[in-house]
């Protein structure tokens, strides 16, 4: 009963920039982090980028200077700004949110991931 709905990804070159965005949409009664993960063919996903409510991010190591995530509480979106980009950051960026939702059967905590979004940095 939550969507995450991705924007954002496409083919860029080397020392390009892309900017991510996330909707969050559904029966949220509150959102406690919104974030990015990323998989590369034959490897498994992995964390690129998590902000909580309050504002506390956390950001995989290889990432750090050169991503950076923001958040709109009041539109429940999350933002992945990627500059300096390298053709070892191509893959699938998912979206994922985790909060409370409401149902028929009362609040219930949730986890949704996106469809997914391809990031290909090439020349």
């Known amino acids: 009963q939550v969507q995450l709905a991705e924007s954002g990804g496409g083919l860029v070159q080397p020392g390009g920039s892309l900017r991510l965005s996330c909707a969050a949409s559904?029966?949220?009664?509150?959102?406690?982090?919104m974030g990015w993960f990323r998989q590369a063919p034959g490897k498994q996903r992995e964390l690129v980028a998590r902000?909580?409510?309050?504002?506390?991010?956390i950001e995989a190591d290889p990432v750090k200077g050169r991503f950076t995530i923001t958040r709109d509480n009041a539109k429940n979106t999350v933002y992945l700004q990627m500059n300096s980009l390298k053709p070892a950051v191509t893959a699938i960026y998912y979206c994922?949110?985790?909060?409370?939702?409401?149902?028929?059967?009362?609040?219930?905590?949730?986890?949704?991931w996106g469809q997914g979004t391809q990031v290909t940095v090439s020349s």
């Open positions: 559904g029966s949220i009664l509150r959102i406690t982090a």
């Open positions: 994922n949110a985790d909060g409370m939702l409401t149902s028929s059967y009362g609040l219930r905590p949730f986890t949704s």
């Open positions: 902000v909580t409510t309050g504002g506390g991010i």
